[in-house]
């Protein structure tokens, strides 16, 4: 009897580190609503990836690499903007089913700097953090669902004040879901932010397990 | 002149230059607007290629300008190494464009830090190699050089799942393998196996040897892409030159039409084609052939439409097979793959070609007032040249079949802008590479390094250019051109020894390779103050004669009389 009891001690002891563990990495996948503008927190390369996640899991999104509250006060279409130099716009929403105008109610962005990126566009560090809070001030003043991936890896992240430092403290905080890969959270501060926060928080292991969590979120 | 005849003159050149100027988008570069919208890669490296039988001295040559302009230049020499059965061989993510402030520590060190966690069976016996921000050269006189292609958006991968990126690649082919077709298959079949992509797109590889030369592209597979998939984590392509060819790769994939049952001069991925036709980017029922640089990096434009910033692909062409005529409005995609060129290159001419500024061209970068007074190629950027200021290193890789290879493989390396720097030898099999070459980065200025040696100078090039240049070349007729000549005597001093003793052969080299780096770092630095005196205050001093020209700076009358139309344009006269 004694050896039974110290054998469920031990399960006990093991699943509470396992969820201990586990449990801010994987919380229940919050609900969002349709229709979505993705964007860039940095304009890496990673937002493409998001698209591509969006499209393979069926769900339309307007996309543009740096919109501005003009563009989300405009809703879907993105006021007819046309990609440009510097300047990327593309409208895949069923407009059927959400007509040019209608307001976004989710905003996905891809956090991760990238210095050829900004530089393509014509911002700097400084004026990309200055928009993405112009369009989170937008969004909670709006009661528009921020959700923020971070699929870049050790490559989007860095020291203590570095871009990518810089564009993950202007977009995750005000998150409402936070999904990231386990080689981003490798130190754990995707978790500590959510926790602060209180924000429920995804780790996942390949960018393509972003395609059942979209399909989830936007059920 | 009274104010009138000023004022109507005035008017008279300004309707001139605004009928010039309202016409020029139409006649030569479409919309001046192309000019800034292409990716940055196309600032990236140019790759020039030389088969056997098109080089003087048959041997096969390949270049990597390394035009970054914010990465590491730091090199590595890497051992031969034996390897215990069960040994692994550990694979680590590394950005080719990263860099960490030296307080940090080496790249060459630091990158080792980004762990892939994939573990590979090592092979009984790595080669030897010198590495920057690729592999260059093995003692088995495997040499490569890369430029960036990139490829068509939805293919990149930017996560972190694939385990290689294009520089571990070059590293792995390095320690491994000993011929150009060996180790495109072996980078292949790891990138299929374990992914590609993560700090790297589209990527191109001159991969050559003593025999033959190919061009080796390769793409990630789009970011959903997982090991588990049990599909490939990459697509791949390559293509011999010729050997009585030379080619060229300058940001944009070369490889069309492909024959794959021909396999001495194609090989791929097996899902080459049926990849592209799952993802869209190829029909086959268009009742067109299936071209891999079409489908899977499509690049727009001529070097006219995007006024020379894709005139490279064109001015190589313009230089070694001028008797081809073609037109700079050729679309870049419509190019030959390779070509004879008019007459068979030395390694000498492959280095003037990274030297070049389309001199002369419809591109020439010094034309009209764009160079200024002193004729400075660097004032005024629109066309993207074969020399770019960006540029860290150039290597001119060189396998020469007819002797061993530790003496056979060349890099030549020079630092920085090639028309200021210096090319020098590092063969094949020295056991390491100059302390100055190890270390320096672009925000510290370290006069231990090599690197900023050639940047002294070219700063103070670019005072007087076009005077100074002549000091420059003085100096790399001394250094450079003496070393090209007499190559041959090191290698049959080398030879000799190494056919009593290995050891004492390479010895030999190191002695001489490294002994010749530190002497031309040192003239550099010194050949940098020279100039400083000379060109300082523009008065061109004489520090033999103790005097200085007082007729100079010369400015040309065209400038002059330049300036007198800018102020009579721009600065009216106030009265």
Redesign the interface.
């Known amino acids: 009897m004694k050896a039974f009891r110290n054998f469920l001690a031990v399960i006990s002891f093991l699943l509470l580190i396992l969820f201990s563990s586990s449990v801010p990495a994987q919380a229940a996948v919050p609900k969002a609503k349709l229709p979505i503008l993705t964007t860039s927190a940095g304009q890496s390369n990673d937002v493409t990836t998001v698209n591509i996640v969006l499209e393979e899991a069926g769900l339309g999104y307007d996309y543009c690499d740096v919109p501005d509250i003009d563009m989300l006060k405009a809703g879907v279409g993105l006021a007819d903007k046309e990609s440009g130099p510097g300047f990327h716009a593309e409208v895949n929403t069923d407009l059927a089913k959400y007509p040019k105008g209608t307001p976004y109610q989710t905003v996905i962005f891809a956090v991760g700097a990238s210095l050829k990126g900004m530089g393509a566009s014509g911002l700097t560090i400084e004026t990309e953090e200055a928009r993405l809070k112009r369009i989170i001030d937008y969004c909670k003043q709006n009661k528009i669902c921020i959700m923020a991936v971070h699929v870049g890896g050790t490559a989007l992240r860095g020291a203590p004040g570095s871009d990518n430092e810089r564009m993950i403290d202007a977009v995750m905080p005000f998150a409402d879901y936070i999904i990231v890969t386990k080689d981003s959270n490798k130190d754990g501060r995707f978790t500590t932010i959510a926790k602060s926060k209180n924000i429920p928080l995804t780790e996942i292991d390949f960018a393509l397990d972003l395609v059942g969590i979209m399909k989830q979120v936007f059920q | 002149m009274n104010s009138k005849k000023l004022f109507i003159g005035s008017i008279m050149t300004l309707a001139v230059l605004i009928l010039v100027f309202s016409l020029l988008p139409r006649t030569r570069q479409g919309t001046t607007?192309n000019l800034?919208?292409d990716?940055?890669s196309q600032d990236a490296c140019t790759v020039i290629m030389v088969a056997k039988n098109a080089s003087v001295d048959g041997s096969t040559i390949a270049t990597h300008t390394c035009d970054c302009g914010?990465c590491d230049w730091t090199w590595r020499h890497v051992d031969a190494a034996d390897h215990k059965p069960g040994e692994m061989r550990k694979i680590y993510?590394i950005?080719q464009y990263k860099t960490w402030p030296p307080q940090e520590g080496l790249k060459w060190d630091l990158y080792q830090n980004?762990f892939t966690g994939l573990e590979i069976p090592e092979v009984p016996h790595t080669y030897a190699y010198h590495h920057g921000m690729f592999g260059y050269m093995n003692e088995q006189q495997l040499g490569i050089g890369e430029s960036t292609i990139g490829c068509v958006?939805?293919l990149?991968?930017?996560?972190?799942?694939p385990a290689f990126d294009i520089t571990m690649l070059t590293l792995i082919a390095m320690e491994r393998c000993r011929t150009a077709r060996e180790a495109i298959q072996l980078m292949g079949s790891l990138a299929e196996k374990y992914g590609y992509g993560?700090?790297d797109g589209g990527e191109m590889l001159a991969v050559h040897d003593p025999n033959e030369i190919w061009v080796f592209e390769i793409m990630p597979v789009?970011?959903?892409?997982?090991p588990k998939?049990g599909k490939p984590g990459a697509v791949w392509c390559a293509e011999r030159v010729p050997d009585d060819h030379v080619s060229v790769c300058p940001n944009e994939s070369r490889i069309g039409e492909i024959d794959l049952k021909n396999k001495d001069y194609h090989m791929a991925s097996a899902h080459v084609v049926s990849f592209a036709v799952e993802n869209g980017l190829y029909d086959p029922k268009s009742g067109k052939s299936f071209s891999w640089k079409r489908a899977y990096s499509p690049a727009e434009g001529s070097a006219t439409s995007t006024q020379g910033r894709r005139g490279r692909l064109w001015r190589f062409f313009n230089i070694v097979a001028s008797s081809l005529n073609i037109n700079p409005d050729t679309p870049d995609m419509d190019y030959p793959f390779s070509a004879k060129p008019d007459k068979k290159i030395s390694v000498q001419d492959v280095m003037n070609m990274t030297r070049d500024r389309a001199q002369g061209t419809l591109f020439d970068r010094v034309k009209g007032l764009r160079g200024g007074p002193f004729g400075n190629p660097n004032y005024y950027g629109t066309t993207r040249t074969i020399s770019s200021p960006t540029v860290e290193y150039t290597t001119i890789t060189q396998c020469r079949g007819w002797l061993p290879g530790p003496i056979g493989g060349i890099t030549w390396l020079s630092f920085g802008l090639q028309d200021t720097s210096c090319y020098m030898p590092l063969y094949a099999g020295i056991t390491d590479v100059p302390a100055s070459f190890k270390i320096g980065d672009h925000w510290v200025l370290n006069r231990d390094s090599a690197r900023w040696a050639f940047d002294y100078v070219d700063f103070h090039t670019q005072v007087a250019y076009n005077a100074a240049i002549e000091d420059v070349k003085k100096a790399q007729a001394e250094w450079e051109a003496k070393a090209v000549a007499g190559i041959g005597e090191i290698d049959k001093q080398a030879l000799e020894l190494y056919n009593k003793s290995k050891t004492e052969g390479i010895a030999y080299l190191d002695g001489y390779c490294l002994t010749n780096a530190d002497n031309v770092v040192k003239a550099w630095w010194k050949l940098g103050d020279d100039l400083l005196v000379r060109y300082n205050k523009l008065s061109y001093y004489d520090t033999e004669k103790r005097t200085r020209e007082r007729n100079k700076p010369a400015y040309p009358d065209w400038w002059k009389k330049a300036i007198k139309v800018y102020d009579a344009i721009l600065e009216p006269e106030e009265k």
């Open positions: 607007e800034f919208v990716d940055l914010v993510h950005n980004d958006k939805k990149y991968n930017n996560t972190p799942t993560y700090n789009g970011p959903l892409w997982t998939s």
